[in-house]
């Protein structure tokens, strides 16, 4: 053949063509056998898949009627020496089981709408649901979209009991068998039945199980009185009963009632007549104040007790994927044993320290809380508070404060809103009436070693209910001068190269962020101040130029790592104010909320630990009845300060007891002591914060109305006779506070903070000046005192001297000598060097 130019592109073509064929073939084979391997695969796992659901299926506990029904076994809690001090059980939990026929048509209705619509019609799970729920999790990558029905959480809260879901395979494991079971039981019982065990189990908030409890902690009323508008509040916080919780987040809850309600709606269980009416009923004015009705329950947990139960139930939601109605199912009837930190001797002495009413000033008070609820004569129902009590008290000239002299003052003040009210033709349907004791108190006792809490007290006076109002752990208060050290004098010391002798002027001074100005609770100056002298005395000036040297940021971050979780980091705008507590008055605890007495003790347990700090815990561990540890709570510590930056701030609050503005928290003992006081300058809040060697301890009083008063002290006399009998009753040994290594001492000018100079500093018109200052290695002064200086006068002129002033006509004086940006008058005023002496001498010589 001729290989032309035609026939060589025609043979490239053949071969191309048959390469392609063979390439076809190749492939096709190819496809074939990756089809056969991918089908045995699938296959296999199907079979590997059947096999996993089978072996789950064969573990999968069977189930009856009775299986379902609400029971448990009690759950014990010890002290920190392994002695009995509460057992929990259904008897004592939340829960008051009440039959489908007293719970009304549309609290059931409400609870379908939002949790399971075709729970009439389906088998126990629900298809739609759970095909809806797998293309949410694939979507957001999470495995808890729901899809669960009523029947099949009835199950996971009765009958599955305490079994971890941290895992995948573990929440997988735990969804079959829902199925599984919930596909049995629709077999064996009633939806009525059902429905009624799932309305007296579910968790909604508060530490209230079932519907009956719920609807006396939150309106103060039998379940079968609940309104429409009621009954949607309480189907909205199933979902999450701390987030949808009404009385601490119900703008969160009233947008969930509102998907409720329209449910109702499109379901047709409800009228867009009744949807109207119900969503402009003003429940959530009420909810707050019901909430205070006391729980069934016969006797209160303590307030240790309370923020126990809380920690538990977190850490059971966070480290083993609980919900919160499997948490409290688990503490209330679980049978665990919680090995708690409270030592039993120090709880006792805090409680009866506490509530000796010898401690407190003449003038106890008492504060009203005060709810009725009315039935009017066109059928609807009305909820007033103290508020409106306290309206009808000024209408009248009853007097303008909800804080009575006694009990029996407040009691007829409401007897007479009462009948005014009935005046009206209204019915009472319900009343609760309380007062609490004023003024109250919080204690916090700390081991400073470990971060266990060994002691709470969250008021004095009667606890009438259980997870209530906790002072110590859940109310936050402005800190005063607590504050001082931890945010300014803190990482002065520890990070800015600042020491106890530092010396700043308390001078007249103004915020550099607000223009607004600074006074001392002492109402004057004091002049040229050492950083000791300010924690010692509680200068503020002092502490608002420190801070602002610092920088607020720098000091924001310092709190933060201390543990505090109240403050505000970022700015945020409401009715027109900005909030943020990254400011100048951080220094002197002037905070958009304020924080917990816990916090704030355990803040100071980490400089009594030598800088070290402890999330505090209120147990160590947590074990199921068959012997399991669930909870094991290690002791987790971090370096947040530099020890000798500890032992610094140590010495000096050492000084605030022993001569400075806590002299009234001395100890009995001769065991050493350091701490801190704080006032608002408001007098609503009094606090000291302190500790020995060996336990640290905060306590609060103030009233719950904020109100001023005069404390007498009382909150620093408390928290002495609490650490005194610690101290007796544990027999401790007196021992000193650790001193490092590396500390050492110089004698300095408290008016420079610089070396003393002899002769000089010593010679103040007022006194020595020198004192003896601890410093770390490297930062002792290397420069003497430029604040003071002596001048010879001549004894004729009272001048500067000349050379021709006799030598026996002269006589040596010492003065200050100011720097020029300070201003105003000050305790150093009358002792400044005058300005004449800088260009005259004397004039009779």
Same mark, same amino acid.
Not at 498 to 506: E, S
Not at 761 to 774: A, F, I, K, Q
Not at 835 to 842: D, F, G, R, V
């Given at each position: 053949?001729?290989?032309?130019?035609?026939?060589?592109?025609?043979?490239?073509?053949?071969?191309?063509?048959?390469?392609?064929?063979?390439?076809?073939?190749?492939?096709?084979?190819?496809?074939?056998? +990756?089809?056969?391997?991918?089908? +045995?695969?699938?296959?296999?796992?199907?079979?590997?898949?059947?096999?996993?659901?089978?072996?789950?299926?064969?573990?999968?506990?069977?189930?009856?009627?009775?299986?379902?029904?609400?029971?448990?076994?009690?759950?014990?809690?010890?002290?920190?020496?392994?002695?009995?001090?509460?057992?929990?059980?259904?008897?004592?939990?939340?829960?008051?089981?009440?039959?489908?026929?007293?719970?009304?048509?549309?609290?059931? !209705?409400?609870?379908?709408?939002?949790?399971?619509?075709?729970?009439?019609?389906?088998?126990?799970?629900?298809?739609?649901?759970?095909?809806?729920?797998?293309?949410?999790?694939?979507?957001?990558?999470?495995?808890?979209?729901?899809?669960?029905?009523?029947?099949?959480?009835?199950?996971?809260?009765?009958?599955?009991?305490?079994?971890?879901?941290?895992?995948?395979?573990?929440?997988?494991?735990?969804?079959?068998?829902?199925?599984?079971?919930?596909?049995?039981?629709?077999?064996?019982?009633?939806?009525?039945?059902?429905?009624?065990?799932?309305?007296?189990?579910?968790?909604?908030?508060?530490? #209230?199980?079932?519907?009956?409890?719920? *609807?006396? =902690?939150?309106?103060?009323?039998?379940?079968?009185?609940?309104?429409?508008?009621?009954?949607?509040?309480?189907?909205?916080?199933?979902?999450?009963?701390?987030?949808?919780?009404?009385?601490?987040?119900?703008?969160?809850?009233?947008?969930?009632?509102?998907?409720?309600?329209?449910?109702? @709606?499109?379901?047709?269980?409800?009228? =867009?007549?009744?949807? &109207?009416?119900?969503?402009?009923?003003?429940?959530?004015?009420?909810?707050?104040?019901?909430?205070?009705?006391?729980?069934?329950?016969?006797?209160?947990?303590?307030?240790?007790?309370? +923020?126990?139960?809380?920690? @538990?139930?977190?850490?059971?939601?966070?480290?083993?994927?609980?919900?919160?109605?499997?948490?409290?199912?688990?503490?209330?009837?679980?049978?665990?044993?919680?090995?708690?930190?409270?030592?039993?001797?120090?709880?006792?002495?805090?409680?009866?320290?506490?509530?000796? +009413?010898?401690?407190?000033?003449?003038?106890?008070?008492?504060?009203?809380?005060?709810?009725?609820?009315?039935?009017?004569?066109?059928?609807?129902?009305?909820?007033?508070?103290?508020?409106?009590?306290?309206?009808?008290?000024?209408?009248?000239?009853?007097?303008? *404060?909800?804080?009575?002299?006694?009990?029996? &003052?407040?009691?007829?003040?409401?007897? &007479?809103? =009462?009948?005014?009210?009935?005046?009206?033709?209204?019915?009472?349907?319900?009343?609760?009436?309380?007062?609490?004791?004023?003024?109250?108190? $919080?204690?916090?006792?700390?081991?400073?070693?470990?971060?266990?809490?060994?002691?709470?007290?969250?008021?004095?006076?009667?606890?009438?209910?259980?997870?209530?109002?906790?002072?110590?752990?859940?109310?936050?208060?402005?800190?005063?001068?607590?504050?001082?050290?931890?945010?300014?004098?803190?990482?002065?010391?520890?990070?800015?190269?600042?020491?106890?002798?530092?010396?700043?002027?308390?001078?007249?001074?103004?915020?550099?962020?607000?223009?607004?100005?600074?006074?001392?609770?002492?109402?004057?100056?004091?002049?040229?101040?050492?950083?000791?002298?300010?924690?010692?005395?509680?200068?503020?000036?002092?502490?608002?130029?420190?801070?602002?040297?610092?920088?607020?940021?720098?000091?924001?971050?310092?709190?933060?790592?201390?543990?505090?979780?109240?403050?505000?980091?970022?700015?945020?705008?409401?009715?027109?104010?900005?909030?943020?507590?990254?400011?100048?008055?951080?220094?002197?605890?002037?905070?958009?909320?304020?924080?917990?007495?816990?916090?704030?003790?355990?803040?100071?347990?980490?400089?009594?630990?030598?800088?070290?700090?402890?999330?505090?815990?209120?147990?160590?561990?947590?074990?199921?009845?068959?012997?399991?540890?669930?909870?094991?709570?290690?002791?987790?510590?971090?370096?947040?300060?530099?020890?000798?930056?500890?032992?610094?701030?140590?010495?000096?609050?050492?000084? @605030?007891?022993?001569?400075?503005?806590?002299?009234?928290?001395?100890?009995?003992?001769?065991?050493?002591?350091?701490?801190?006081?704080?006032?608002?300058?408001?007098?609503?809040?009094?606090?000291?914060?302190?500790?020995?060697?060996?336990?640290?301890?905060?306590?609060?009083?103030?009233?719950?109305?904020?109100?001023?008063?005069?404390?007498? !002290?009382?909150?620093?006399?408390?928290?002495?006779?609490?650490?005194?009998?610690?101290?007796?009753?544990?027999?401790?040994?007196?021992?000193?506070?650790?001193?490092?290594?590396?500390?050492?001492?110089?004698?300095?000018?408290?008016?420079?903070?610089?070396?003393?100079?002899?002769?000089?500093?010593?010679?103040?018109?007022?006194?020595?000046?020198?004192?003896?200052?601890?410093? #770390?290695?490297?930062?002792?002064?290397?420069?003497?005192?430029?604040?003071? @200086?002596?001048?010879?006068?001549?004894?004729?002129?009272?001048?500067?001297?000349?050379?021709?002033?006799?030598?026996?006509?002269?006589?040596? =004086?010492?003065?200050?000598?100011?720097?020029?940006?300070?201003?105003?008058?000050?305790?150093?005023?009358?002792?400044?060097?005058? &300005?004449?002496?800088? *260009?005259?001498?004397?004039? $009779?010589?």
């Amino acid at each position: 053949m001729k290989y032309t130019k035609q026939n060589i592109q025609r043979k490239r073509s053949e071969l191309s063509s048959d390469k392609i064929r063979r390439n076809s073939s190749l492939s096709l084979f190819l496809i074939k056998y +990756a089809l056969i391997i991918s089908i +045995a695969f699938i296959v296999a796992a199907f079979g590997l898949g059947v096999g996993f659901v089978r072996g789950i299926l064969k573990t999968t506990p069977t189930i009856t009627k009775d299986s379902v029904h609400s029971k448990g076994y009690i759950t014990t809690i010890y002290d920190n020496k392994g002695n009995t001090v509460k057992t929990l059980s259904d008897h004592d939990s939340n829960r008051i089981y009440t039959p489908l026929s007293d719970i009304p048509e549309d609290l059931q !209705n409400a609870f379908i709408a939002i949790e399971d619509e075709r729970f009439y019609s389906h088998n126990g799970i629900d298809l739609y649901s759970i095909i809806r729920a797998t293309f949410l999790g694939i979507k957001n990558k999470s495995l808890s979209q729901g899809g669960s029905t009523i029947t099949q959480q009835l199950i996971k809260n009765n009958v599955l009991g305490i079994q971890p879901e941290k895992t995948t395979i573990e929440r997988i494991e735990r969804k079959i068998k829902e199925q599984s079971l919930a596909l049995e039981l629709e077999k064996k019982a009633s939806k009525q039945y059902i429905l009624e065990e799932y309305l007296n189990a579910i968790n909604l908030g508060e530490g #209230t199980l079932g519907v009956q409890t719920a *609807s006396q =902690k939150y309106f103060n009323k039998d379940v079968s009185d609940l309104t429409l508008s009621e009954c949607a509040v309480l189907a909205s916080i199933t979902k999450n009963p701390t987030r949808l919780n009404p009385i601490t987040h119900p703008e969160r809850n009233a947008s969930r009632r509102l998907i409720v309600l329209q449910n109702m @709606v499109d379901q047709h269980y409800i009228t =867009k007549k009744e949807y &109207k009416e119900a969503i402009s009923d003003n429940v959530y004015t009420r909810i707050k104040k019901n909430a205070a009705k006391a729980s069934n329950q016969k006797k209160a947990n303590t307030y240790f007790e309370d +923020a126990l139960i809380l920690q @538990v139930v977190k850490d059971l939601k966070t480290q083993l994927g609980y919900d919160e109605t499997k948490a409290y199912n688990a503490i209330y009837s679980g049978g665990l044993k919680i090995y708690s930190t409270q030592d039993s001797e120090i709880q006792k002495i805090a409680d009866q320290t506490a509530n000796d +009413a010898s401690n407190y000033p003449k003038d106890t008070k008492v504060a009203l809380t005060y709810t009725l609820t009315v039935r009017n004569a066109d059928n609807t129902d009305v909820t007033y508070s103290e508020n409106n009590v306290l309206t009808y008290m000024k209408e009248h000239q009853l007097g303008s *404060s909800l804080i009575f002299p006694n009990e029996s &003052k407040a009691k007829e003040v409401t007897l &007479k809103f =009462k009948e005014s009210i009935k005046r009206t033709g209204a019915t009472i349907i319900g009343e609760f009436f309380q007062t609490a004791i004023q003024p109250q108190v $919080s204690i916090t006792v700390i081991n400073q070693s470990d971060g266990s809490v060994e002691a709470l007290v969250g008021g004095r006076g009667t606890k009438y209910s259980s997870l209530t109002l906790n002072r110590a752990t859940a109310t936050t208060r402005q800190p005063g001068s607590t504050f001082k050290t931890l945010s300014a004098f803190l990482p002065a010391l520890d990070q800015k190269d600042m020491t106890l002798a530092t010396v700043y002027d308390d001078a007249p001074y103004n915020y550099l962020d607000t223009n607004r100005p600074i006074r001392n609770y002492y109402k004057n100056y004091r002049g040229y101040s050492t950083i000791r002298s300010a924690i010692t005395d509680s200068m503020n000036v002092v502490a608002a130029k420190t801070i602002a040297d610092v920088t607020p940021k720098t000091a924001f971050e310092y709190l933060t790592n201390l543990g505090f979780t109240t403050l505000v980091s970022s700015q945020s705008t409401f009715e027109g104010t900005t909030y943020s507590d990254i400011n100048q008055s951080l220094a002197l605890g002037g905070l958009t909320y304020g924080v917990t007495n816990l916090e704030l003790t355990n803040a100071y347990a980490s400089i009594a630990n030598g800088g070290v700090y402890h999330t505090p815990k209120l147990y160590t561990r947590v074990v199921d009845q068959n012997g399991n540890v669930l909870l094991n709570n290690h002791t987790t510590s971090t370096r947040v300060m530099k020890e000798n930056t500890a032992f610094l701030l140590t010495s000096a609050m050492e000084d @605030v007891i022993s001569k400075g503005t806590g002299k009234d928290a001395k100890l009995s003992s001769s065991m050493p002591s350091a701490g801190k006081s704080g006032t608002t300058t408001n007098n609503y809040d009094y606090w000291f914060s302190g500790y020995t060697p060996y336990h640290t301890a905060s306590v609060w009083m103030g009233y719950d109305l904020n109100t001023d008063f005069k404390s007498e !002290n009382t909150h620093k006399k408390i928290w002495s006779k609490i650490m005194s009998q610690i101290i007796e009753k544990k027999d401790e040994k007196k021992t000193d506070f650790s001193r490092p290594a590396n500390i050492v001492t110089a004698k300095i000018c408290k008016k420079s903070g610089k070396l003393a100079i002899p002769g000089i500093c010593d010679h103040d018109p007022r006194g020595s000046m020198v004192v003896t200052e601890y410093f #770390t290695k490297g930062t002792v002064p290397k420069q003497t005192c430029d604040t003071h @200086v002596a001048i010879e006068l001549c004894k004729t002129s009272k001048q500067p001297v000349n050379d021709n002033c006799p030598k026996t006509g002269r006589t040596k =004086k010492v003065y200050i000598v100011r720097k020029k940006n300070s201003r105003g008058k000050t305790a150093d005023t009358p002792y400044l060097l005058p &300005k004449e002496y800088a *260009s005259t001498t004397c004039s $009779s010589h």
